[in-house]
């Protein structure tokens, strides 16, 4: 393994690899892209390890890290809105309160956190390890690859997708409180306070020839591996600068309100509903739906009760039992199951293949807010970004402490482990 390769599984940049195996007194990190010291006890968290290409003259992604200590004054504008009842109005309300001060002319210039005068939006650290970890140009990190065919009939490869995600302030200061001491995350912190809004943008680089309602999508230009068709990649794999499409738009929001067991509700958008249409844009999306549980007891046919599907959207798939899920994500799974495993040591996210069908049930409970999925595990109140920015962490702890010939035996391990993004299941042993 390269030397890079070994630093950026770390976490570290390649001169921190240096200091990290002993030959420096101090363990400096250096960020491959600026040169300035990152993800140390006692400096900023890295925007990203990797190095973008010569050529590139254009913006690079900054870690939103200053996170606040206070509560802004603000009416959250869902919380009047029942989602049982009106799931459209509270989806767009999340989403215009997403988009508020994000959106600009330039679509590459949108949501860049320093350029929003309305409210502050904050992402989460150490999403830059391994292979899956954040690209430099908009911070991009690794997403399950979308097969043949789970975009639509003419999708004929399988391509690609890329996402970053932002917490508003309330999330922000739960950021903070769980990594005040930078170099010793807190994970008893994780409870995220009530009004917490978390947003992901979803990008593919699958293009509107095979995807045709990609059409009038906002493109972002990102530093990604540039054979887009290979499902697996490792942290040595060419990368590109190429564009990348808006597909799908995740959000969670803490409402114990209206979800007064799991404490969240979770909903996701699909580029043009599914469909080509004359519209354009980043206003050109449309809800899938909502859901704020599991249906723990659901048999697989009749109505699903913790959730609403919008019946004039077209996807190929949902999730396990039509539960709710987005176009990118496994079918096996949806967005509570998943995320109601967030928790350290983060266990699989995903039932295994071959799994009974007690086993799969396990997935589907309703994980009470605060509480882990695991008995004896530390929960992280549904936040899989807190879990595995924590995870990544201490890796590169274990990492550093171990003697060079089982360290780099290790990082192998990591690396092959890594080389099926995490939203798409692998286990963490
Ligand atoms: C099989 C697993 C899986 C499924 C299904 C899944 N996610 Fe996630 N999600 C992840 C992982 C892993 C992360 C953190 C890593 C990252 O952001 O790249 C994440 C991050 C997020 C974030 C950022 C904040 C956070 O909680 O970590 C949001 C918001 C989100 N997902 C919403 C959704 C929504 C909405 C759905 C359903 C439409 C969904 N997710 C389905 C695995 C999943």
Known sequence: MRRETQAAWLGLGAAGLVAAIGIGVTQTVVAAKTGSV?????????????????????KLFKLSQDYPSTLPKETLPWSGIDPAWEPDKYAFAVLDYFYEGSIRQEAEQSFQTDLNTVRKWYHAPWLDAGANGREPLQGLTRERSSRKGELGPEQKQLWNNWAVGFYNAPGGIALGKIWADHGKPNVSASAMPEGTAAAKLLFTTANETEVPFLKGSPVWRAYVYEDVHLDRHSIDDKRAILPLRLLQIDFAVKDLKHSPTTGWVFGTFVYGGGKVGSQSGWRNVAPVGLMWGNDPNYSGSGEL???????????????YQRRLNGPVDNPKSSCMSCHGTAELPQSALLPADGATPEEIARFFVNVPSGKPFTPGAASADYSLQ????????????????????????????????????????????
């Open 305 to 319: 009760r913790e959730m609403r599907i919008n019946p004039y959207v077209t996807l190929v798939h949902y999730g």
């Open 386 to 429: 807190v879990s595995m920015g924590i995870m990544a962490f201490n890796e590169a702890q274990v990492a550093k402490q171990q003697p060079v010939d089982k360290r780099t035996q290790f990082l192998k391990h990591l690396e092959e482990r890594d080389e099926i993004p995490a939203r798409d299941g692998g286990n963490f042993q």
């Open 38 to 58: 990152c993800n140390t006890p006692t400096t900023l968290f890295c925007d990203s390890l990797v190095k973008p290409p010569p050529e590139w003259k254009g």
